[in-house]
């Protein structure tokens, strides 16, 4: 927190106000000319949205490419003397629009949204390994993934799994390990598509 002087010059007294976690910005004394305080003059611009709170990502759009959707926790924001009042935070979203590079898309289906056996319905705590060649130098990489029930605090990504292939046109091998326990690999699978593992019984 700053103290103006009147004269220009300004005094930190953050430690001194006990306001060591704020979340939100008053500009009601910056201009003594509009007395009236506005709450969108609180946000400063994208570098300063009080607390971020959760961050996910996920191909919202189905272009192959990871998008993320941020968002701030309401914060308490002084306006006067007598009042506390609250603010939804800004939602961001960052739409990817990288064009190079393929890439693969994998959503698990467990088996007991089919029959009631084998793992939950949607592969929660399955272990995914993608190989490919993905720089084209006759070596192929893997690439591991879980499936998880959270990824962040307040938010939780897609559970579709999306791997990144690079120059590969094809994926070698997708390897599931399935929570009941059950490997199952496919094979030659083209690449910059969504495909749907279902896990097959025991």
């Keep these: 927190m700053l103290r103006g002087d009147g004269a220009g010059q300004f005094e930190d007294i953050t430690v001194e106000a006990q306001l060591l976690d704020i979340q939100g910005v008053n500009y009601k ?24 709170k959760g961050l996910a990502k996920c191909d919202l759009n189905g272009d192959g490419t990871v998008d993320l959707l941020g968002t701030n926790s309401n914060g308490p924001v002084f306006i006067s003397e007598k009042t506390i009042d609250f603010f939804r935070g800004p939602l961001f979203l960052w739409m990817s629009n990288a064009s190079e590079g393929n890439w693969l898309s994998v959503k698990l289906t467990g088996r007991q949204s ?29 690439q591991v993934q879980d499936v998880l029930g959270s990824s962040s605090f307040l938010s939780m990504n897609c559970i579709d799994l999306h791997f990144g292939l690079g120059k ?19 094979e030659d699978i083209a690449a910059n598509q969504s495909v749907e593992i279902e896990e097959v019984a025991k």
């Design 29 to 52: 004394v910056v201009d003594p000319n509009n007395p009236e305080f506005d709450p969108e003059r609180q946000r400063l611009d994208r570098r300063y949205h009080e607390n971020g």
């Design 114 to 142: 089919i029959d009631g056996t084998g793992s939950n319905a949607d592969g929660i705590g399955a272990r995914v390994k993608v190989t490919a060649d993905v720089d084209a130098s006759g070596e192929s990489t893997t």
């Design 168 to 186: 590969a046109a094809k994926v070698e091998t997708i390897e599931v390990v399935w929570p009941s326990g059950v490997v199952q690999v496919s």
